[in-house]
């Protein structure tokens, strides 16, 4: 099985896949169905985001109302105090979330690797949050914040603290941060333990051999054969917490004021509920850019750190 | 061995217990009368037991049982379609050959990593010049045709022997019958994996049907939740944890069954 390979770098095995024999057209015909459907769904979409980026358009002027306007979408996105609120909560949120996500899921991953009673009911505990719906999960979180009467500040009373979770424009970014990470650290965990089970067994035992302390084994061997696994999480994890969105538009619509506005629910809001679609296109644009590059400089440093390279 | 065994298991289990506590909550709180849902100190065990919010929820007018129908409309021909139109293309991009495979292959993995939120604004303008806005197919064409679906297959079909393709060649089998005859029987575990992971993501979305339909009589499941919101934004404490409840019960099921197929495919495609 060599699920940790796969996990670990899925772009990267992009070989060349040995065709049996050149047979014209006939491999295209059984690629056809897949391939009208993304060009027509994502393709043709994706190529109008770029071009209505660099138009003026409201929605309510209908199609005959876009007027290209050039590189001004991108001027008004660098001076538009909204976007840069936005861009400093997203990134917050990604720059705490994530590693915590990552610290605790790989905590938990170890632990889960040890034998323990019911240690398969366990692991399905923890994965529970990441496949139960959104909404579901939004909707009890909102009730268990509740800052007068939820459960969590029930138990948080006990220690004097009284956050006001979602009614707070201080609180409302930390509460979808918890959130975030309880739903987040079972999955992982799971992938974590995936990795585990390839981790150089031989290279334990010479450790066991030469009396080295848990901590040391820990830093020399393990690690470096999870970097592969944590580089990829972080890959996956700064896309979809620098996407999260879900959750904001379900409770907390941006607010308490605009202390809960990412940049994702500042497009959705731009284009959805203001129809500026061409500014939404560009600010659309720039985000993906700024996280491809992003996501491109976690990737590179992988490159000489890990035990195999 | 077996002190620390339970020495590392009971922390573990505490935190796994608090872990499930919205869930706890969530179902007793299906369970009681509304006055009873912010009490303080929390009652877990309901008095007396609410079952009318189950009964509510799932008859007359505030049903979420249509929603459940379209839910499983549209999870079905997304799951069967992202099946068929997968395997096809996986397998063209791994065992067959002809021109621009491999380039065409890289403008697939191009496409994987765009943030699904920069579509939302084009794919909505989209539908409604293809008179599809605010109708199920706006959910389920796009679902039918995945790059991420077509990458897993196409992993899977090349770690596939080619000889076996050559033989039945040599016995005078088209391609067409090389493909169903012979390798997609060996593909049914993985397309049992991708059929789960494509199921649990179509239930559970939230986004697309949030921008592309607006008629609440064309809610699917996760949308149809928000019903029990009123426009001051108060929430029906039992009728929503109710409606939850009955929401998860189809992921839990196939969670729960199928353990060991869906770890298995998540560590392998690793990707939500």
Known sequence: MATATVAAAPAV???????????????????????????????????????????????????????????????????DPGFWHAIGLTLVYVVVSVPLTVVLGLALGIALDRPLPGRAVLRAIFFLPYIVNVVAIGMTWLMLMNPRAGLVNQVLDAFGIQPGWFASSH??????IVMAVWGGVGYCSLIY???????????????????????????????????????????????????????IALITAGGPGDSTTTISYYMYQTGFQFYRFGYASAIGLVTFVGVLVLTLLTWRAQRGRSLND | MT???????????????????????????????????????????????????????????????????????????????????????????????????DKLFLLYL??????????????????????????????ILPGMFTVLGTFLMRQFFISQPAE????????????????????????????????????????????????LISNPDRYTLPLSLTNFVDEQGQIAPGLTMAASVISIVPVLIVFVVLQRRFIAAMTHTGIK
Do not use: C, H
């Open chain 1, 13 to 79: 095995r992009t070989e060349k896949a040995p065709g049996i024999k050149p047979r014209g057209w006939i491999g295209f015909l059984f690629i056809a169905p897949n391939l009208l459907g993304v060009i027509a769904f994502t393709l043709i979409p994706l190529i109008s985001v770029v071009v209505l980026a660099f138009t003026d358009w409201n929605l309510v002027s209908g199609l005959g109302g876009i007027t290209f306007n050039g590189i001004d979408n991108f001027v008004a996105i660098a001076r």
């Open chain 1, 193 to 247: 333990l995936s990795a585990l089970q390839d981790a150089p067994r031989q290279l334990y035992e010479a450790a066991d051999i030469d009396g080295a302390s848990a901590w040391a084994k820990f830093r020399v061997i393990t690690w470096p054969s999870l970097l592969p696994t944590t580089i990829f999480l972080l890959v996956t994890l700064i896309i979809g917490a620098s996407q999260g969105f879900g959750l």
């Open chain 2, 110 to 139: 191009a496409t994987a990593i765009i943030p699904a939120q920069l579509l939302l604004v084009p794919r909505f303008i989209y539908f409604q010049k293809l008179g599809l806005y605010d109708t199920l197919w706006a959910l």
């Open chain 2, 164 to 211: 076996f393709a050559e033989a039945a060649r040599m016995d005078g089998a088209n391609e067409w019958r090389v493909f169903t005859r012979i390798y997609l029987p060996l593909a049914t575990p993985v397309m049992s994996a991708l059929g789960i992971l494509a199921f649990v993501w179509s239930w559970n979305d939230f986004e697309t049907p949030l921008v």
């Open chain 2, 3 to 101: 002190r620390s065994k339970w020495l590392w298991g009971i922390p573990l289990w505490i935190l796994a217990i608090a872990f499930l506590a919205p869930f706890a909550w969530m179902i007793s709180t299906a369970l009681k009368p509304d006055v009873d849902a912010y009490k303080i100190p929390m009652q877990w065990i309901p008095n007396p037991f609410q079952w009318d919010n189950f009964t509510t929820v799932l008859s007359g007018a505030t049903s979420v049982l249509p929603a459940f129908g379209r839910s499983v409309f549209v999870a079905v021909l997304r799951v069967a379609g992202e099946l068929i139109t997968a395997t096809m293309a996986g397998y063209a991009f791994a065992r067959m050959s002809f021109k621009g495979r």
């Open chain 1, 171 to 176: 609180w409302a970014l930390p509460a979808l």
